[in-house]
């Protein structure tokens, strides 16, 4: 099982629509993990920690299931400008390092 | 403030020929990373520092080296370059501490075409 999987899509959606990703991890001595955003031809950027409890940024919520060791990212009111790769990303207590999934692709439409 | 810059933004080498890569950051952070991203494969991580003059090996080391010789700088060598390593190269940089958040900072990225 590879470290962090995700759904590399695309996730074609309408303007307005609601939409979830949804990320496994193989490590359960993980401890931090984030969704980063990248744009195309451009570099990541941290859109979110994800908390145990659960977490929301405006149209942004963030899950963790640390039992069956999935995280998921739902964003409500899809805009064109949320176009763009989204990569689930973990970190292991004690490591400097951070492990980034392949990214789910998502293409947002008029 | 700049934040993480790199040098040059695309490059195209023949196959055998070496180069360096810059990095720079004003942030004053402790730690620095190399990741390369190819199509399909995702960000993966080559050589990344935790502080002044220390190095380590990531997940891809071979083919390339690195150095920490000033805290702002991380430079990354291809000594004899293969058209495996055509790829986007990525920077980034962190603050060290135990802090939950581990933000890491991208730089633009640089494009290499080994051919």
């Known amino acids: 099982r590879k470290e962090v999987e995700q759904d590399p899509g695309p996730f074609n959606v309408p303007e307005g629509a609601t939409v979830a990703f949804n990320c496994t991890y193989s490590?359960?001595?993980?401890?931090?993990f984030f969704w980063y955003r990248q744009d195309c031809r451009k570099e990541p950027k941290l859109l979110m920690s994800?908390?145990?409890s659960g977490n929301e940024d405006g149209r942004f919520t963030a899950q963790l299931n640390r039992a069956s060791q999935y995280i998921s990212l739902l964003i409500r009111d899809s805009k064109l400008s949320d176009s763009a790769t989204y990569l689930c990303?973990?970190?292991?207590?004690?490591?400097?390092?951070?492990?980034f999934g392949k990214g789910t692709m998502l293409l947002v439409s008029p | 403030n700049a934040g993480v810059t790199q040098t040059p933004k695309f490059r195209v080498l023949k196959t055998g020929q070496s180069m360096t890569l810059l990095c720079a950051q004003d942030?004053?952070?402790?730690?620095m990373y190399w990741y390369r991203q190819d199509p399909g494969m995702g960000l993966r991580l080559i050589h990344y520092?935790?502080?002044?003059?220390?190095?380590a090996k990531g997940e891809v080391p071979d083919g390339y080296n690195v150095s920490r010789l000033k805290k702002q700088n991380f430079l990354l060598g291809l000594e004899s370059a293969a058209p495996s390593q055509t790829s986007v190269y990525f920077c980034?940089?962190?603050?060290?501490?135990?802090?939950?958040?581990?933000?890491?900072?991208f730089g633009p990225g640089t494009r290499l075409t080994v051919t």
């Open positions: 980034a940089s962190r603050p060290s501490g135990r802090g939950e958040i581990h933000e890491q900072y």
């Open positions: 490590n359960s001595a993980s401890q931090s």
């Open positions: 994800v908390y145990s």
């Open positions: 990303v973990v970190n292991k207590a004690g490591y400097s390092t951070l492990t």
């Open positions: 942030m004053n952070h402790e730690y």
């Open positions: 520092s935790v502080g002044e003059g220390t190095t």
